[in-house]
């Protein structure tokens, strides 16, 4: 599932073009995007390069699936336990 209609390299292009001075307004006039939207992408990626960002979407996914499988160890393990314990 799709979360944005923008790419790693479309962001980092909307971001290097706000910091070579062109004005937030006029580039979410461009790319029909919210002033909010800018902000929050240059608190995330401020500073990054594409390699950074696809590193980062890579941990973020390892991140994932091992919370995943520590909640599902997690289940079997209290499973157990109220096994072993009525007997």
């Known amino acids: 599932m799709k979360k944005t209609r923008f790419t790693e390299a479309q962001i980092m292009g909307i971001l290097r073009q706000m910091e070579n001075g062109a004005p937030v ?3 979410c ?3 029909g995007m ?3 939207t800018v902000y929050k992408w240059r608190a995330k990626y401020g500073g990054m390069d594409a390699s950074l960002i696809s590193e980062m979407k890579a941990i973020a996914e390892e991140n ?6 520590f909640a ?6 209290d499973l157990l336990k109220e096994a072993l314990g009525k007997k």
């Open 34 to 36: 919210s002033s909010a």
């Open 29 to 31: 006039r461009e790319h």
């Open 64 to 69: 994932r699936r091992l919370k995943r499988m």
């Open 72 to 77: 599902d160890v997690s289940m079997q393990n």
């Open 25 to 27: 307004s006029e580039l």
